[in-house]
């Protein structure tokens, strides 16, 4: 298993990576402060460890793909952090943004697909964006299997980091 990860990471590494909500939101949340990983509601359910592993696959791609519907869950769900921490990490949030690239998909395309009604807005505009052109990296199961389906590649971040794999 651990030669189709490597694989599917190296197909893809000049192209690019798009990296979902709750994984950008570690990657977020680990670059300000890698402790709050394990104190953060949002992020809880995540070692440092995986957050080491997550900028490791972050750090192997030559750019990292984002949506602003992507980085306005990541900005909402960070809005839960402590007050005292907020403007120290936005300041950093914004150093990350800077690495990312982002595409805008038109809501009207997202929300006209045939996956809008099964995953909403933001998921909807991944897969629009991500055909044939980006990896994703997820940790979402549903949204992972969907696109095993119909043939977008992608890769569980459960099971790489199940795994102890490292790129």
């Not at 893809?12 to 709050?36: E, H, I, M």
């Not at 793909?65 to 120290?88: A, C, F, I, M, Y």
């Not at 300041?91 to 943004?97: G, K």
């Not at 998909?105 to 997202?110: D, K």
Request: aromatic share 14%; with cysteine; proline share 2%.
């Amino acid at each position: 298993m651990a030669d189709y990860f490597t694989d599917l990471l190296n197909s893809y590494r000049a192209k690019g990576a798009f990296v979902d909500a709750n994984l950008l939101l570690v990657y977020f949340v680990g670059s300000y402060d890698r402790r709050l990983i394990t104190k953060f509601k949002r992020t809880i359910a995540y070692t440092e460890d995986d957050f080491d592993l997550l900028t490791a696959i972050i750090a192997f791609f030559s750019n990292v793909v984002t949506t602003p519907n992507v980085l306005t869950e990541v900005n909402g769900l960070s809005n839960q952090l402590p007050e005292s921490s907020r403007s120290s990490y936005y300041s950093e949030f914004a150093n990350r943004v800077d690495t990312l690239e982002e595409h805008f998909i038109e809501s009207r395309l997202a929300s006209h697909s045939s996956h809008f009604t099964k995953f909403g807005l933001t998921d909807s505009g991944i897969i629009e964006l991500v055909k044939d052109k980006y990896l994703v990296i997820t940790d979402d199961l549903r949204l992972a299997h969907y696109c095993e389906n119909i043939g977008v590649d992608v890769i569980n971040f459960n099971h790489i980091r199940t795994m102890n794999w490292n790129p």
